[in-house]
């Protein structure tokens, strides 16, 4: 047991060091800066108390932004579930290519963010831009469209671009999932004549459940940080419909000047999210046992 | 004895090694694109060859980080000892405490080159020069003059002249006219231009209380509104490069930008001879053109008495006009010279790109004579003044009129609120 | 195994989708890096370029490091990969099956890496960085991947050794073998599949990094191709055909990479050792 104990320490303490020098000093700091009233890095600081805190819950600000988060996880995690899992299904099936396909899906994750953006905003534009003509052209619309002209329609044009990036990451993760499902059970159920709805709603969305969980969990809290791909299209524009709350962390830290309201909205955006995660993260384990 | 003189043979080198290190300067500038990087390490290395004792070296930085970068670089002790400024960023560094004054070294200069008045304006305020003005960009509104003759109209000198030229430029091919309305640094500097001639240049009344909110800036955010619907669909998205690409595309029959020149040259955009400049039209005929304008500077961060010296000799060779113009032309057409005697230089005017746009340039240089930047004029400069740019409150109100539909007084209103508290 | 018509027309139709998703956006760039710089930006594209020309590759190799920023980017993906691998796997398997205290608890913190806006970590961390010396160096910036690869990977790892069947670990136990031996020589290569998808994850987390890459480096010479890339696009004027040659540039390593291990990770990934 001792033995056991001193083993699971040299397992676990390098990667907690890790973690805890790089997240664990800076979260600290966070909760520091926040009693304080810092603007500009290297300022000197003084104890404020909750001022900050007062400040920050009393503002429209925050509470917008809490509301454009919610939407932003829940829609990129709908659309991003919907491609991945008909990605997954599709491509968990036999057909000539299938395992160039299921290497080739990463392609649009590979793609780091700065470049997604640019290739979207020059797709989407109105000189040059390719999408516009293709609307036109296919009769959906006869003049060309601002995709980001209104608050609803950046905030989904984001959702796609993003959904876009990401949704190779969980098609990977599904079809892991569904690689370790035994094939027996798939034979057994077509020989009691179960059919192809059947056996995904009686055998592989069950036994996929596990993986879908740890995947919504991770998948939320990244979703939710996804920070440079809005701000570099639309700065949480146009009229703030797009402000999530990394968006406002980051205005307020190195536009506003506020680095300690800033501070203070990502402590508060860390207690949801902490909350979040530990009540699915029970959940998920009730599931398991 | 053999180590002894081993030793003093050690110290000896490494005393005079230390006598003829040259004192090291680094420079952080945001000229980031690959061919200004190159010019600029030209300059450096022809600048260093001539200057034995000095060293001078490069960090190309982006707009887009360096609010965040350079702070946090100051205060951990990793920053340079000069970097390129605008206005607007000045006050960021200057509250850590690191920028000195050049306000000496700048007189000595002024009496040499005669710096364009409008360019040291606001690097000056609180009892001290905070830069030293390098280039200048101010914005000029861009036409084809083949265009303008096609559809039978003269370069507008009014917004009522304005407005029509771009509902008669407009086509099912065209749009009559592109100006941004994205919640970015670049709607900013348009609708300022706009504000600036129609009597709302100062956001600030002497006591450093805001007067955004006044019938002038309504009339502007309401003129400007207009322009906006003549604007292709897209203009809520767009920075620079989406106008160039429109007006070069032939797409936008008119556009505000500091220069096009090169994207008009390189990317396809017509005859030199037929891309029209002129300066942005005035609400009421007779009154004085006014703009937008970036007078760039370089801030001194350290107080090293070395440091300082290197960094005037440095300063004073860049502006000579011999080495001056070829350093303004790492992007031809888009700096323009701050000093008199750099607007002459042959070391400018030589430029290939320079020669073939030349009319346009001569414009260009004389709009940036009634260069206005907001928040740094008439000497009514308040570090609030950084948030309110930062965040592009400017920009953010026109959103309020073209996307949620607000009337302009009550935008600029809500505008003027939400600038007082970014000041507070 | 015969699929029924209907599957088969929904599977095609599924297949297609994807990959107009996924190729069309890439063709447009393709194309579009290679044609004359009016045809890129004219109002009326063309789907198929008309004018071809090399003139943005040739300029955007004359003009940037873009060796350098590559070679970067190699250097710091792979070797976040490989900490990252090295360091998850036993504390996996040590949440996994060691007992010791709070275990479960430390387990469920890990989380808590996710939970914190990562923007806010950058100023604490470039002051912590100039302290200890390693602002401006690659390692610094894999040491970040790695803590932002972590969790994951612990997460992800610890599932996939929940999977290997009972039976095998147990006969093992009973051979006497201690932990270590029973990680190394019986679950290793079964948890092959989930290795393989921790290490692509790291990896591309790594080589698209771009906020912390932007900030905690300063001097060209160590750019990666991300911070490399946003760098050619200028502030009041772009380029697009150097644009989106730079695009083409700045994928086009990683998809050479996959084209030869791709395969084998993704294979291993799908195909998976325990069936």
């Not at chain 2, 107080?303 to 790492?330: C, H, I, Q, R």
Request: hydrophobic share 50%; charged share 15%; with cysteine.
């Amino acid at each position: 047991m001792r033995n056991s104990s001193l083993l699971a320490f040299a397992f676990v303490a390098p990667a907690m060091l890790v973690l805890l020098l790089i997240l664990g000093w800076p979260l600290v700091s966070a909760v520091i800066l926040s009693f304080q009233d810092v603007r500009y890095v290297g300022t000197e600081p003084h104890w404020v108390g909750f001022a900050n805190y007062i400040k920050v819950l009393s503002g429209s600000k925050l509470l917008s932004s809490i509301g454009l988060s919610l939407i932003w996880v829940v829609a990129n995690a709908v659309l991003q579930t919907m491609l991945a899992l008909a990605a997954a299904l599709a491509l968990n099936e036999r057909f000539r290519g299938a395992k160039v396909a299921r290497t080739w899906i990463i392609l649009t994750w590979i793609v780091p963010t700065v470049v997604v953006v640019m290739i979207w905003r020059w797709l989407f534009s109105t000189s040059g831009g390719m999408i516009n003509p293709l609307l036109i052209q296919m009769g959906i619309i006869d003049r060309p469209i601002g995709f980001f002209a209104s608050p609803a329609g950046a905030f989904a044009t984001l959702v796609f671009i993003n959904s876009w990036r990401w949704f190779p990451f969980i098609t990977l993760m599904l079809l892991a999932g569904m690689t370790r499902i035994p094939g027996d059970l798939y034979e057994a159920a077509r020989i009691d004549g179960a059919n192809a709805w059947k056996r995904f709603t009686r055998i592989t969305w069950p036994l996929l459940k596990p993986t879908l969980g740890v995947l919504a969990v991770i998948g939320t809290l990244l979703s939710f940080n996804v920070f440079d791909i809005i701000w570099l299209l639309t700065a949480g524009g146009p009229a703030n419909g797009t402000r999530t709350m990394p968006v406002l962390i980051y205005e307020t830290a190195f536009k506003g000047y506020r680095l300690s309201e800033a501070a203070t909205v990502s402590v508060i955006a860390t207690i949801l999210l902490l909350a979040f995660a530990l009540i699915t993260a029970r959940a998920l384990d009730r599931e398991e046992n | 004895m053999k180590r002894f003189a081993s030793m003093t043979l050690a110290a000896v080198l490494i005393s005079s090694a230390a006598y003829a290190a040259p004192v090291e300067l680094t420079l952080w500038h945001m000229e980031q694109p690959p061919q200004r990087v190159q010019r600029i390490q030209e300059m450096l290395d022809a600048f260093n060859d001539s200057h034995p004792d000095i060293s001078v070296s490069q960090e190309p930085q982006s707009w887009g980080e360096v609010y965040a970068k350079a702070p946090a670089a100051l205060a951990a002790g990793a920053g340079p000892d000069m970097i390129f400024t605008i206005p607007d960023f000045t006050p960021v560094l200057k509250d850590l405490g690191k920028v000195q004054s050049v306000a000496d070294f700048v007189e000595k200069l002024d009496s040499e080159h005669h710096f364009i008045p409008a360019t040291l304006e606001p690097y000056t305020y609180d009892d001290g020069v905070w830069a030293v003005p390098l280039y200048n960009m101010s914005m000029n509104m861009w036409y084809r003059k083949s265009e303008f003759e096609k559809a039978g109209i003269s370069v507008p000198e009014t917004w009522d002249d304005w407005l029509k030229a771009a509902e008669t430029l407009a086509t099912s091919e065209m749009y009559g006219i592109g100006v941004p309305a994205n919640k970015q640094l670049y709607t900013d500097q348009t609708i300022y231009s706009v504000m600036a001639n129609g009597g709302a240049s100062e956001l600030y009344n002497e006591d450093g209380t805001l007067r955004f909110d006044n019938p002038e800036t309504v009339a502007a955010y309401d003129f400007y509104s207009k322009l906006v619907a003549l604007s292709p669909p897209d203009v809520n998205s767009w920075t620079w490069g989406e106008a160039e690409a429109c007006f070069t595309s032939k797409s936008c029959g008119m556009i505000m930008q500091f220069s096009v020149i090169s994207t008009y040259d390189t990317q396809g955009g017509g005859a030199p001879e037929d891309l029209g400049i002129a300066a942005i039209p005035t609400k009421n005929a007779g009154g004085e053109h006014n703009t937008i304008a970036y007078p760039n500077g370089v801030m001194l961060l350290t107080d090293d008495k070395a440091k300082t010296e290197a960094f005037e000799t440095f300063v004073s060779w860049l502006l000579e006009p011999e080495n001056y113009g070829k350093f303004l032309n790492m992007e031809p057409g888009l700096f323009m010279p701050v000093t008199e005697d750099g607007a002459k230089a042959e070391s400018f005017w030589s430029d290939p790109m320079v020669e073939k746009y030349k009319p346009q340039i001569e414009t260009a240089i004389a709009n940036s004579k009634n260069g206005k930047l907001f928040g740094f004029t008439s000497g009514r400069i308040f570090p609030s003044i950084a948030a309110i740019s930062a965040q592009n409150l400017l920009a953010a109100t026109v959103q309020d009129v073209t996307v949620s539909g607000d009337s302009a007084a009550d935008a600029v209103a809500a505008g003027q609120k939400t600038m007082e508290e970014a000041a507070e | 195994m015969k699929r029924s018509l209907a599957v088969n027309i929904l599977l095609a139709l599924t297949l297609l989708a994807l990959v107009i998703l996924v190729a069309l956006p890439f063709w447009w760039v393709i194309s579009g890096s290679f044609k004359l710089p009016q045809d890129i930006i004219a109002r009326k594209p063309t789907f198929f370029p008309h004018s071809f020309t090399l003139q943005h590759y040739v300029k955007l190799l004359a003009n940037s490091a873009y060796t350098t920023y590559v070679g970067n980017s190699l250097i710091v993906a792979t070797f976040s990969t490989l900490i990252t691998l090295a360091l998850a796997v036993p504390a996996s398997f040590a949440f996994f099956r060691l007992k010791f205290p709070g275990r479960r608890t430390l387990f469920r913190i890990i989380l808590l890496a996710y939970a914190f806006p990562s923007i806010v970590v950058l100023i604490p961390l470039f002051g912590m960085f100039t302290k200890l010396g390693i602002i401006d160096t690659l390692p610094s910036l894999v040491i970040v991947n790695v803590a932002f690869a972590l969790p994951f990977s612990i997460w992800m790892l610890r599932s996939f050794f929940a999977t290997v069947p009972k039976e095998i670990e147990e006969a093992a136990v009973m051979d006497g073998a201690p932990p270590t031996v029973i990680l190394r020589r019986v679950m290793l290569p079964l948890i092959a599949p989930g290795m393989a998808s921790v290490g692509i994850f790291a990896f591309i987390s790594s080589w698209t990094e771009y906020v912390f890459a932007s900030v905690l480096i300063i001097s060209d010479d160590k750019r990666t191709v991300p911070v490399g890339f946003a760098g050619i696009i200028g502030q009041y004027q772009i380029d697009w055909g150097l644009l989106l040659a730079g695009v083409v540039l700045a994928v086009a390593p990683v998809v050479i990479l996959f084209a030869f291990i791709g395969r084998w990770f993704v294979s291993g990934l799908t195909e998976g050792a325990v069936k």
